[in-house]
């Protein structure tokens, strides 16, 4: 008796945009008693997010342990900037591995369910279904027949958003729909041998982008069966180490701001066609331009194809446009909480693909990239946006060992419970 050590097992159930602040108020309210039971029996805390706060940059930092300037992603929407065009960065764009790879290449079995980034689907030890990027079941998967079988069960790769508009009961039955396909999905898996499972619950960041001002009884309704399906899932792996957490935190929207508008009022942007179709269409004449969400980059001469800054002029004009920006204010309120500086967010081999300036919005504000606005801020139909200081942790039967707690942290103190140590931006963030 006692010869064989059981197993070290890691399940991991991310709810996307789900924030801690409003975790913490729903629990005073009585609202998750299941998660309220919960975390009695380990440690729960807020967590700092990445900057730009949008989710593929988050996801891939939670699994590669970098920031941007050690694993290549920035934003939803990238650049290459001489001769000058535009990509949705996908994973096969990421220069960091996963901490899936780190646990194959160690002989851990893997299951890894819907994290974005995760397109297109890699080689692991196990299985791994694709996030929302994918577009196609039959190309979602590894190994690649797997995608029978989500074809088999009616699996949902993503809610389509565009019904959120104008057809916003449709959406959410079919956020209703995704999210159980999901779970519907990890139950089966679950009973299969595995070392590191990871669910994510890509449903939760979009029902709180279009319900989070009214958060009707049908809001509620949705969060109770994300925290019901969260936990029955975890009752049956109850000798994992369970983790919860967040990529981010959320707020009302207020209002959207087009910071190119801003730009090109301020005499820094500019353009040689009216009205330009992209931001490719910027004249010689431009200094700074903006992508979304709020990334500023400097028009530099030998970098970018119509380069007018020159290299020498560079520290002094991004000064100069620094202070510009931090002066944005939208009936009369301040935007931008803080104007950041790439080498003060960044640091590795890939920083000089970054922005030069990045805009950390006050809550309520929406930086956008559009183009020839009229006004400098509009209204929405999206009701919530990302912030960056709310996500959430939760680890069982673990304590905290630090109070400001990185999504960076995750990829060393998951690899720590299996003894692997792998170079990260974070740290152990926990003991137990």
């Known amino acids: ?70 694993h290549g992603i920035f934003g939803f929407i990238d650049r290459k900037p001489s001769p000058l065009s535009f990509f949705i960065p996908t994973g096969k764009d990421r220069k960091a591995e996963f901490i899936q790879e780190v646990l194959s290449r160690e002989k851990k079995r893997v299951i890894s369910i819907n994290i974005p980034m995760t397109t297109p689907p890699f080689e692991v030890n196990g299985i791994l279904v694709s996030g929302f990027l994918s577009t196609k079941i039959e190309k ?9 079988v989500l074809k088999e069960m009616g699996y949902i790769i993503d809610a389509n958003p565009v019904k959120a508009k104008d057809r916003k009961d449709e959406y959410l039955e079919d956020l209703f729909l995704a999210l159980r396909k999901r779970f519907e999905l990890a139950e089966r898996l679950i009973r299969e041998r595995w070392d590191y499972f990871h669910l994510h619950v890509m449903e939760t960041d979009r029902i709180n982008h279009f319900f989070w001002k009214k958060k009707d009884e049908r809001f509620w309704k949705f969060y109770s069966e994300v925290e019901e399906l969260s936990i029955s899932l975890a009752e049956k792996a109850k000798d994992a180490l369970l983790i919860l957490l967040s990529d981010h935190g959320f707020c009302t929207l207020k209002k959207e701001v ?14 040689d066609k009216e009205p330009p179709e992209d931001i490719r269409d910027i004249s010689e004449k431009t200094v700074a331009y903006s992508l979304i969400p709020g990334r ?8 970018e194809e119509k380069g007018s800054v020159e290299p020498g002029d560079y520290e002094r004009v991004r000064e100069e446009v620094a202070s510009y920006l931090e002066k944005l204010t939208v009936d009369g309120e301040r935007v931008i909480k803080k104007v950041w500086r790439r080498e003060e967010v960044y640091s590795g081999p890939y920083t000089d693909l970054g922005p030069d300036l990045i805009l950390e919005p006050v809550d309520g504000f929406d930086l956008k990239g559009n183009l020839k606005k009229e006004t400098l801020s509009g209204e929405t139909h999206i009701e919530g946006m990302h912030t960056r200081d709310d996500a959430f942790l939760f680890v069982k039967e673990r304590e905290f060992t630090k109070d400001n707690l990185s999504i960076y942290d995750l990829f060393p103190s998951i690899l720590s419970e299996f003894s692997i140590k792998v170079s990260s931006d974070g740290e152990v963030c926990w003991r137990g």
């Open 296 to 303: 500023i980059y400097i028009n530099l001469k030998g970098r």
């Open 140 to 148: 979602a998967t590894y190994p690649p027949e797997f995608s029978r």
């Open 1 to 70: 008796m006692g010869i064989f050590k059981r197993r070290k097992r890691v399940l991991v159930i991310s709810w996307d945009g789900v924030p801690f602040s409003f975790l913490k108020k729903g629990m005073e309210e009585g609202r998750f008693p299941l998660f309220s039971k919960l975390i009695t029996g380990g440690a729960f805390g807020r967590m700092t997010s990445v900057l730009p706060t949008i989710s593929s940059v988050a996801w891939t930092s939670y699994m590669s342990g970098k920031n941007p300037g050690g």
């Open 258 to 271: 087009f910071v190119n508008k801003y730009l090109e009022d301020g005499g820094y942007l500019f353009f």
